[in-house]
């Protein structure tokens, strides 16, 4: 089992806001990454550190954490956006990458 | 445009060694900061760390897996490489490759993935 706990599933309404959190011991002192995932691909990283976006990542995109848990904010949703969003970070032991379970997105 | 792109066996006999190799292309595998990793996906489930390792050869293992891993680099062929020991069907899997940061912590970039699928 993961030491980062995600929601199995999250549906939002088109335009709407969704936030996809991600809970663990390890986030209260490390900043979480968060993964977007759609059918057959590999994984985007889509937030890193306090609220970085790489490059090319829609500003719709959010990151924020608070205790125990990291939060993935996507305002106005798109239908593009549907997939799997997995978050990463540091586990128990060090060991720097752990994801969580991962999070079903559907756009409805 | 830094592209990683994994190789090896698709098919794997039970309680054989597993062995992929990722090629980095459009950088250097000997950039410092970075770690160099393996990441697997068994079918319709989520994403598993594997481990990673530094140019220098410093490594970091899942502890779950690690007694059956081993990872490695070779700086003059800009690779790194995994083995898997002792395979089962559980181990049927996309295993990705992936440049890795350790602070702040993130995967920037990854190959497209190759699947390994352990049957005799």
């Known amino acids: 089992s993961s030491e980062l706990t995600q929601d199995p599933a999250v549906s939002v309404a088109l335009g709407q806001t969704v936030r996809i959190t991600c809970q663990g011991d390890s986030l209260r002192s490390y900043y979480a990454s968060w993964y977007q995932q759609k059918p057959g691909q590999a994984p985007v990283l889509v937030i890193y550190g306090k609220n970085n976006r790489p490059s090319g990542i829609p500003d719709r995109f959010s990151g924020s954490s608070s205790g125990n848990t990291a939060s993935l904010t996507i305002t106005g949703a798109q239908a593009e956006d549907e997939a799997d969003y997995y978050c990463?970070?540091?586990?128990?032991?060090?060991?720097?990458?752990?994801f969580g379970g991962g999070t079903k997105l559907t756009v409805l | 445009q830094l592209q990683l792109q994994e190789s090896g066996p698709g098919l794997v006999k039970p309680s054989e060694t597993l062995s992929l190799t990722c090629t980095v292309s459009?950088?250097?595998?000997?950039?410092?900061?970075?770690?160099w990793g393996w990441i697997r996906q068994p079918p319709g489930k989520g994403l598993e760390w594997i481990g990673s390792?530094?140019?220098?050869?410093?490594?970091y293992y899942n502890p779950s897996l690690k007694s059956r891993v081993t990872i490695s680099v070779d700086t003059s062929k800009n690779q790194f490489s995994l083995k898997l020991s002792s395979v089962t069907a559980a181990d049927t899997a996309v295993y990705y490759c992936?440049?890795?940061?350790?602070?702040?912590?993130?995967?920037?970039?990854w190959g497209q993935g190759t699947l390994v699928t352990v049957s005799s």
């Open positions: 390792i530094y140019y220098s050869g410093s490594t």
């Open positions: 459009g950088g250097s595998i000997s950039s410092s900061s970075y770690y």
């Open positions: 990463n970070s540091r586990d128990s032991s060090g060991n720097p990458w752990v």
């Open positions: 992936a440049r890795q940061k350790k602070l702040p912590i993130f995967l920037d970039y």
